[in-house]
């Protein structure tokens, strides 16, 4: 089992640009959430779904956008990239959606 | 915001030292997590504790849970450099989403 797994690695936008971080998992999760980690702050809840075609909002979810089509994946689309979502993202799936989270290895975005 | 407390931000051993580092958490909770992020890498999930079990042991960890003081304990028993790591707590205080502390950095020093 791969796990979790999150693409790209590392990636530097300009302000305005769009793209999606993907995110895929392999455990049969029904749950997946979107996190970004900004120093000294832990970890904030972005969106988060509870099954295909089922998604809802976190804590932090403006300028970010998801859906969720099939049990394994679970990309996050940013629409116009700011400074302030210059962050380290995480995705993360469960069996329960506030059980035992399995972490991808995160994707490190910088939007200059 | 949202977010739980720990507490020390930053601890600093030598190898064989235990240490031990707090949460603290604002409303009720069914469960409480730790997970550790060694640089660079995604949280690891270390242990659960749910709100009706007071002291959980996993090989060289033990959490404690005290829900009159909305507070719990990670102790790491005989410290090894492999530790080294920032340790985060997760409660489900709000319901339906985990929201994490900021962290505990450990440094265990050989």
């Known amino acids: 089992n791969a796990g979790v797994t999150q693409t790209p690695k590392f990636q530097v936008l300009k302000t305005g640009q769009s793209m999606t971080l993907q995110c895929a998992q392999d455990?049969?999760?029904?749950?997946m959430s979107w996190y970004r980690q900004d120093p000294g702050m832990g970890l904030r809840l972005i969106h988060y779904?509870?099954?295909?075609?089922?998604?809802d909002q976190g804590e932090v979810p403006n300028g970010y956008n998801v859906s969720r089509s099939t049990t394994e994946d679970f990309p996050l689309r940013l629409l116009s990239a700011a400074p302030s979502q210059t962050s380290v993202y995480f995705c993360?799936?469960?069996?329960?959606?506030?059980?035992?989270?399995?972490f991808g290895p995160g994707t490190r975005l910088t939007v200059l | 915001s949202q977010q739980g407390e720990e507490d020390p931000q930053a601890l600093s051993i030598q190898e064989g030292e235990n240490a031990t580092m707090n949460c603290s958490y604002k409303?009720?909770?069914?469960?409480l997590q730790w997970y550790r992020q060694n640089s660079g890498r995604g949280l690891v999930h270390l242990i659960l504790?749910?709100?009706?079990?007071r002291e959980k042991h996993s090989g060289r960890l033990r959490v404690t849970l005290d829900t009159s003081k909305k507070s719990s304990s990670l102790l790491i028993t005989a410290s090894r450099a492999a530790d080294t790591a920032s340790y985060f707590c997760?409660?489900?205080?709000?319901?339906?989403?985990?929201?994490f502390g900021a962290g505990t950095i450990l440094r265990v020093k050989s």
């Open positions: 993360a799936s469960s069996q329960r959606l506030t059980g035992e989270q399995f």
């Open positions: 455990m049969n999760h029904e749950y």
């Open positions: 779904s509870v099954g295909a075609g089922i998604t």
């Open positions: 409303t009720s909770i069914n469960n």
């Open positions: 504790i749910r709100s009706n079990e």
């Open positions: 997760a409660t489900d205080e709000y319901g339906n989403k985990l929201v």
